[in-house]
């Protein structure tokens, strides 16, 4: 079972910078799609970054612009760097890569905290 290890998390300062990486144990054959979402206290999942095999990136209006979203399949590894942060930017972070064959996987998330 391949498993996503996520890093990178942390505290900083509103209009700071982070990047998040995401790691997978072993190769996913056929990815269809990854991407990274977030979570906030008393709040739903959402999607804040996509990239699709298509290479045609996706991103909701509240971060365009300010995040981006890469892979690196040498490395079997993604990120999400995420710039000009808000307060509003705090949740957990989770990346996700779903397969041709529908299979899904899930990182255990990592905290990032934006302070104003």
């Known amino acids: 079972q391949v498993q996503l290890v996520e890093s990178g998390g942390g505290l900083v300062q509103a209009g700071g910078s982070l990047r998040l990486s995401c790691a997978a144990s072993g190769i996913i054959l056929r990815i269809n799609v990854i991407g990274w979402y977030r979570q906030a206290p008393g709040k739903r999942r959402e999607l804040v970054a996509a990239?699709?095999?298509?290479?045609?990136?996706d991103y909701p209006d509240s971060v365009k612009g300010r995040f981006t979203i890469s892979g690196d399949n040498a490395k079997n590894t993604m990120y999400l760097q995420m710039n000009n942060l808000k307060p509003e930017d705090t949740a957990v972070y989770y990346c996700?890569?779903?397969?041709?064959?529908?299979?899904?996987?899930w990182g255990q998330g990592t905290q990032v905290t934006v302070s104003s």
């Open positions: 990239l699709p095999s298509n290479g045609s990136t």
């Open positions: 996700h890569v779903v397969s041709l064959y529908g299979r899904e996987y």
